[in-house]
């Protein structure tokens, strides 16, 4: 599969938001037309501040997850005529900035990003949090 970084996007929250384009041919003159929206958002005390065991938390996450907790948004369309491919991508595109971007943008998101992934470690692995 070719991925090719179509843009980025400067988030109201200072986050970067990557548009990428994973198209690609299904049969003849068919298209997989697919964009992928990618957000890294970094790992940070502040997101946990209503923790007790902050610090602990923080290095359990990190470990985890790395520096950052990945976010994608995907959008697909099937056997998609290749003189159509380019307005298909920027139909997906605007409906990402109509749909999405809000959402994205808001200060909270990268702090009810990590507190989400906080929730689902805590019931997947609640042995990595023995106090709780």
Known sequence: ????LFGTIKLENNLDLEIW????????DRWLVSMEARL???IEIEHLETLPDKEK?????????GEGISYRYNHENFFVDKNQKR???????????????LYLSRPDFAKKL??????????KKPHLFPES
């Open 1 to 4: 599969m070719s991925e090719k």
């Open 40 to 42: 890294n958002v970094p």
């Open 57 to 65: 938390v923080l290095a359990i996450l990190k470990e985890t997850f």
């Open 21 to 28: 384009d994973l198209s690609r041919v299904i049969a003849g």
């Open 114 to 123: 990590v507190l989400s992934k906080y929730r689902e470690l805590k019931t």
């Open 87 to 101: 307005e298909v991508f920027q139909e997906n595109l605007e409906r990402l900035k109509e749909n999405v971007l």
